[in-house]
């Protein structure tokens, strides 16, 4: 039954639809892999050498070591910081994309690309140190090109990451310098995990924790300068109305889904589908071309441009069986492979742009900076040839659609606040933490995962969060399922917001010019993004005087399944926020990984994770952290 699977109501009509025409879903194979691997689940088999595979037994009757000697807790410990290097590695590589591109753009121009934000290029000019006194746009950007880009090659290990060293507070970062964990290369960090993970190399749980983590700062790292070049390059995102869910195909257009996460590409496909619009109206779509977003590159267009949201993570391939997406235009990251099977049973044209990430069965159309438009073309002109071979009588669009009010960027955030307080845009909303009628911000980030109902975590413990005037950020397949789920609406402030909470939405939404109040959950953008809460909670800790772990922020990744979510996890501990995983880790085979990550690092970081299945409770647990902190501020309200 699809309400087992999912609470999103276009599933209703799209999973029967799959079941009647024998198409396989994510559900479908995940139920094909039960009983799924004990050890594995435990986390306590390693394929690292080939004497193995190597497994523990949990219940002490048999191995207790690998051949090689490594102990549950080592085989546990190198399993997990290899997820985090991986992490860290995807969300970087994004960066890099971003900073050569800024770089190219600087240095000798880019035809589809020029710099959007005049002002946030200055703004980061100035974070970065860089004087810009008698200088163009384009040789400020060549330098915080330059600047960005030495965070993947300095050689320097007493000198941090720029970036980092750069946003976060001063207390925090020695407190990570005093750890050992603050990166000075983000590719450095990442090869230290591989090395150090190596059979016949470091041995220490400990230490090999300790080294993830540094990892994962490197994955922050990487996040925060994607996000800042992106904005500098397509706009830093401001409120905007937009849509949600699988209604939002419409049959009488030539549908094109962008999915995956780099905006370089997702930018320029809608660039040239409002060019090529006059095209599929000639080929028989009377409403043109209608972008959809999928997944984070859907979190991207929405942020910027109000382009719908099609739908998040687990339901990517559902999207091709409504027989309305005549191409699926992919890039990088949390694609399912199942998306070209699936487009092989209908007309969708799926179309891979990168060369290292190509799916067997799928059309391939080479993207690159330097010819862009061209490509772009290309791939609208397939999407329009595409629908001509649309069957009209398997089309089944969901009725299904919510308002979604996105774009709350950092810039945004303060912007709104300043309506109330142009001097000190932060002072309402410190005033509001203080006096108690904001009792904390959460953060939910992260994925949706076949072992949890799809976004039923997401909707239980904001709702139990925001009752007790507790401010949601979001990004990612979360903000995907609160979007979706009609959670970033005006109306949805006024039914699930507490009291206080609602009356501080009121006032800023009404002064910034929404006629009412702010949405209850702030969509912050992609998962890359979340580096915008961070920078929100940095200046806010900077505005009181205090470290991260100070404040009455936490996080929370519901339904978590990815490497980079892992890495997102994992330095937000290390920047002192308690973090709840809502699917059980697998770390669970080795007591003393289990210990370290729930308790010991909180002497060292002040964050830690709170495993917790049940959302109910890890909303109760969460809440319970807020007023701990609250109550070390001597706030007592």
């Known amino acids: 039954m699809s309400q087992d699977k999912s609470i999103d109501k276009s599933m209703a009509t799209l999973i029967p639809i799959a079941e009647a025409e024998g198409i396989d879903t994510p559900w479908d194979r995940y139920e094909k892999m039960q009983p799924q691997c004990g050890f594995g689940e435990l986390g306590i088999c390693c394929r690292i050498c080939w004497k193995g595979p190597c497994r ?118 020695e407190r990570l310098k005093k750890a050992g964990v603050l990166p000075h290369n983000i590719d450095a960090a990442i090869a230290n995990i ?28 990487g996040m925060v300068l994607a996000t800042e070049l992106s904005d500098v390059l397509f706009g830093t995102p401001a409120p905007t109305i937009s849509k949600a869910n699988l209604g939002v195909l419409k049959e009488g257009a030539v549908n094109i889904a962008l999915h995956g996460h780099n905006p370089l590409l997702s930018e320029v496909i809608c660039d040239m589908a409002m060019l090529m619009n006059d095209s599929a109206i000639d080929a028989g779509a009377p409403e043109g071309i209608n972008v959809v977003g999928i997944c984070c590159t859907g979190n991207e267009v929405m942020m910027r441009h109000g382009i719908p949201l099609a739908t998040n993570y687990l339901s990517q391939e559902l999207a091709i069986l409504t027989g309305a997406v005549d191409s699926m235009v992919v890039d990088v990251q949390c694609i399912m492979p199942s998306i070209a099977t699936a487009g092989k049973c209908y007309h969708t044209e799926v179309i891979t742009t990168m060369p290292d990430n190509k799916i067997t069965g799928a059309r391939h159309v080479e993207f690159s900076e330097e010819d862009a438009l061209e490509r772009a073309r290309e791939i609208v002109t397939l999407s329009i040839e595409a629908f001509k071979k649309r069957d009209p009588k398997r089309i089944n669009i969901p009725k299904v659609k919510e308002t979604a009010i996105v774009g709350f960027s950092v810039e945004a955030i303060i912007g709104a606040l300043t309506h109330v307080n142009a001097k000190d845009p932060l002072k309402p909303l410190i005033d509001a933490i203080v006096s108690g009628e904001i ?118 990744a519901p339904e978590l399944m990815s490497e980079k979510a892992v890495a997102i996890g994992s330095w937000a501990v290390a920047l002192g926020l308690p973090t709840h995983v809502g699917v059980m880790p697998q770390i669970t085979g080795a007591p003393g990984v289990v210990k370290a990550l729930t308790e010991d690092v909180k002497d060292i970081f002040g964050g830690f994770f709170i495993p917790e299945t049940d959302p109910v409770k890890a909303a109760d647990k969460l809440y319970d952290e807020i007023l701990e902190r609250r109550k070390s501020l001597g706030l007592f309200t």
Not at 59 to 82: E, K, M, Q, S
Not at 467 to 475: E, G, P
């Open 194 to 221: 591989m090395a150090r993970t190596h059979v016949g190399c470091d041995s220490d749980h400990i230490n090999l924790l300790m080294g993830g983590i540094r990892g994962a700062l490197a994955d922050y790292n």
């Open 56 to 173: 523990i037994d949990p219940f002490g009757n048999g191995p207790d070591r690998g051949i090689c000697g490594a102990t549950a807790d080592v085989i546990v410990a190198r399993n997990l910081i290899r997820m985090q290097a991986a992490g860290a590695a995807a969300h970087s590589e994004h960066g890099r994309h971003i900073a050569l591109a800024m770089k190219h753009v600087g240095d000798e121009g880019l035809e589809a690309y020029r710099i959007k934000d005049e002002a946030k290029l200055l703004k980061v000019a100035e974070t970065l140190d860089i004087d810009v006194e008698e200088k163009s746009s384009q040789e400020i950007a060549s330098e915080v090109a330059r600047i960005s880009l030495d965070d993947f090659r300095n050689q320097d290990h007493k000198k941090g990451c720029t970036w980092i060293t750069k946003t976060l507070p001063s207390e925090r970062i």
């Open 439 to 556: 009792k904390g911000v959460a953060l939910f980030a992260g994925c949706n995962n076949v072992k949890v109902k799809q976004d039923h975590a997401y909707r239980t413990m904001v709702k139990e969060l925001l009752k007790r005037d507790v401010l949601v950020l979001a990004t990612g397949c979360g903000a995907g399922a609160y979007a979706k789920d009609g959670m970033m609406t005006q109306n949805a402030a006024e039914e699930y917001a507490g009291k206080s909470l609602l009356g501080v939405l009121t006032a800023v939404g009404t002064a910034a010019g929404l006629g009412g109040p702010l949405p209850p959950v702030l969509h912050m953008g992609s998962c890359v993004d979340n580096s915008r809460a961070v920078q929100l909670a940095s200046a806010l800790a900077n505005a009181l005087d205090k470290d991260l772990s100070d404040l009455p922020v936490v996080a929370s």
